[in-house]
Protein backbone atom coordinates (compact mmCIF):
# COMPACT_ATOMS: atom_id res chain seq x y z
CA UNK A 1 0.00 0.00 0.00
CA UNK A 2 1.46 3.43 -0.78
CA UNK A 3 2.44 6.31 1.80
CA UNK A 4 -0.33 9.45 1.36
CA UNK A 5 0.44 12.22 3.25
CA UNK A 6 -1.67 13.45 5.59
CA UNK A 7 -4.11 16.88 4.69
CA UNK A 8 -1.99 18.54 7.83
CA UNK A 9 1.31 17.60 5.92
CA UNK A 10 -0.03 18.75 2.17
CA UNK A 11 -1.51 22.07 3.87
CA UNK A 12 1.98 23.03 5.53
CA UNK A 13 3.50 22.57 2.16
CA UNK A 14 0.81 24.13 0.15
CA UNK A 15 -0.40 26.64 2.66
CA UNK A 16 1.71 29.58 2.06
CA UNK A 17 1.36 29.55 -1.59
CA UNK A 18 -1.82 31.98 -3.13
CA UNK A 19 -5.15 30.42 -3.21
CA UNK A 20 -4.55 30.14 -7.16
CA UNK A 21 -1.38 28.24 -6.80
CA UNK A 22 -2.68 26.04 -4.26
CA UNK A 23 -5.58 24.79 -5.81
CA UNK A 24 -3.24 24.09 -9.43
CA UNK A 25 -1.04 22.43 -6.67
CA UNK A 26 -3.62 20.37 -5.24
CA UNK A 27 -5.37 19.45 -8.87
CA UNK A 28 -1.43 18.40 -9.89
CA UNK A 29 -1.17 15.98 -6.69
CA UNK A 30 -4.67 14.82 -7.44
CA UNK A 31 -3.36 13.80 -11.36
CA UNK A 32 -0.05 12.65 -10.31
CA UNK A 33 -1.70 9.66 -7.80
CA UNK A 34 -4.46 8.93 -10.37
CA UNK A 35 -1.00 7.74 -12.64
CA UNK A 36 1.00 6.46 -9.78
CA UNK A 37 -1.12 5.07 -7.21
CA UNK A 38 1.62 3.24 -5.57
CA UNK A 39 3.13 6.12 -5.40
CA UNK A 40 5.02 6.96 -1.90
CA UNK A 41 5.05 10.58 -0.86
CA UNK A 42 6.55 13.04 1.17
CA UNK A 43 6.58 16.50 2.00
CA UNK A 44 10.34 18.14 2.25
CA UNK A 45 12.07 21.91 1.76
CA UNK A 46 8.48 23.66 0.49
CA UNK A 47 7.79 20.84 -1.88
CA UNK A 48 5.82 17.44 -2.65
CA UNK A 49 7.25 14.22 -4.01
CA UNK A 50 6.14 11.31 -5.22
CA UNK A 51 8.29 8.49 -5.52
CA UNK A 52 8.85 4.27 -5.43
CA UNK A 53 10.74 5.33 -1.53
CA UNK A 54 11.45 8.11 0.43
CA UNK A 55 14.50 9.14 -0.93
CA UNK A 56 15.98 10.63 -3.71
CA UNK A 57 16.90 7.65 -5.27
CA UNK A 58 13.43 6.48 -5.95
CA UNK A 59 11.66 9.90 -6.81
CA UNK A 60 9.68 10.20 -9.75
CA UNK A 61 7.90 13.33 -9.54
CA UNK A 62 7.81 16.72 -7.48
CA UNK A 63 5.01 19.32 -6.38
CA UNK A 64 6.99 22.52 -5.80
CA UNK A 65 4.64 26.04 -5.63
CA UNK A 66 6.28 29.00 -7.00
CA UNK A 67 5.04 32.49 -7.18
CA UNK A 68 1.63 32.51 -10.01
CA UNK A 69 2.39 28.88 -11.14
CA UNK A 70 3.18 25.15 -9.52
CA UNK A 71 6.42 23.46 -10.80
CA UNK A 72 6.34 19.72 -12.00
CA UNK A 73 9.62 18.17 -11.29
CA UNK A 74 10.12 15.49 -13.48
CA UNK A 75 12.92 13.33 -12.31
CA UNK A 76 15.49 12.56 -15.46
CA UNK A 77 13.38 14.02 -17.39
CA UNK A 78 16.76 15.34 -19.39
CA UNK A 79 16.43 12.08 -21.16
CA UNK A 80 13.29 11.92 -22.08
CA UNK A 81 11.89 12.50 -25.33
CA UNK A 82 9.53 15.81 -24.76
CA UNK A 83 8.20 16.51 -28.93
CA UNK A 84 5.73 19.03 -27.52
CA UNK A 85 8.57 21.32 -25.83
CA UNK A 86 7.01 21.00 -22.40
CA UNK A 87 10.01 20.28 -20.34
CA UNK A 88 11.85 23.33 -19.13
CA UNK A 89 15.36 23.05 -17.66
CA UNK A 90 18.93 22.95 -18.49
CA UNK A 91 20.50 20.56 -15.62
CA UNK A 92 22.08 17.26 -16.47
CA UNK A 93 19.06 15.02 -15.10
CA UNK A 94 15.91 16.73 -14.15
CA UNK A 95 13.89 18.49 -15.46
CA UNK A 96 10.03 20.57 -15.15
CA UNK A 97 7.04 21.98 -16.26
CA UNK A 98 5.38 25.09 -15.51
CA UNK A 99 1.72 24.45 -14.32
CA UNK A 100 0.12 27.99 -14.49
CA UNK A 101 -3.45 26.41 -13.95
CA UNK A 102 -5.48 23.22 -13.66
CA UNK A 103 -6.58 23.42 -16.95
CA UNK A 104 -3.39 22.36 -18.18
CA UNK A 105 -3.56 19.21 -16.66
CA UNK A 106 -5.99 17.87 -19.57
CA UNK A 107 -2.88 18.15 -21.84
CA UNK A 108 -2.95 15.09 -23.89
CA UNK A 109 0.73 15.81 -24.41
CA UNK A 110 1.76 16.69 -20.68
CA UNK A 111 -0.03 12.92 -19.99
CA UNK A 112 1.85 11.32 -22.26
CA UNK A 113 5.24 13.12 -20.97
CA UNK A 114 4.07 11.47 -17.72
CA UNK A 115 3.23 8.33 -18.39
CA UNK A 116 6.54 7.85 -20.49
CA UNK A 117 8.45 9.36 -17.51
CA UNK A 118 7.16 7.06 -14.84
CA UNK A 119 7.30 3.64 -16.99
CA UNK A 120 11.31 4.64 -17.68
CA UNK A 121 11.50 5.58 -14.02
CA UNK A 122 10.22 2.13 -13.40
CA UNK A 123 12.29 0.30 -15.71
CA UNK A 124 15.48 2.28 -13.66
CA UNK A 125 14.57 1.70 -10.47
CA UNK A 126 13.29 -2.42 -11.10
CA UNK A 127 9.51 -1.40 -9.34
Given at each position: ?57 GL ?52 DL????LA ?8
Amino acid sequence: MADRLTDEQVDSVLGAAGRAVSATARALRATLLEIFPDAIETAEGGELGLGFDRGYAGLVFTVSPQRGYVNLGVARGASLDDPAGLMEGRGRVHRHVKIRDADQLDDVALGDLLGRALAARRVETGT
